[in-house]
């Protein structure tokens, strides 16, 4: 069993590892819980997409960092300015990792 200090480090990381994603140009700043899931893989991360989904209802609540959307099973994400500022260390949301810490 994971330690709670360990589970903690390791949501707060895949957070900071979802907005980057919806930072990047390339993403048009949205993005899913599929492409989320191929995304974290490459961090080894192997995570259910209701982990995920989860994850990115977490931030929509206690940070506005995304705006998410449900469509059958498939969750979306937006980012916000909030998560933009976030990634970009211009204001910290207390839950995920700051950027530059160990990623």
């Known amino acids: 069993m994971l330690s709670e200090d360990y589970k903690k480090w390791v949501d707060e990381n895949i957070r900071l590892i979802i907005l980057k994603d919806l930072a990047d140009p390339r993403s048009g700043g949205s993005t899913n819980t599929f492409l989320i899931q191929k995304s974290l893989e490459r961090f ?60």
């Open 44 to 103: 080894s991360y192997k995570k259910s997409r209701d982990y995920i989904c989860n994850q990115l209802l977490w931030m929509e609540e206690k940070t506005g960092a995304v705006k998410t959307r449900t469509e059958g099973t498939e969750t979306s994400a937006v980012l916000t300015r909030a998560g933009r500022d976030h990634v970009e260390g211009r204001h910290h949301l207390a839950g995920i990792q700051k950027p530059g810490d160990a990623e």
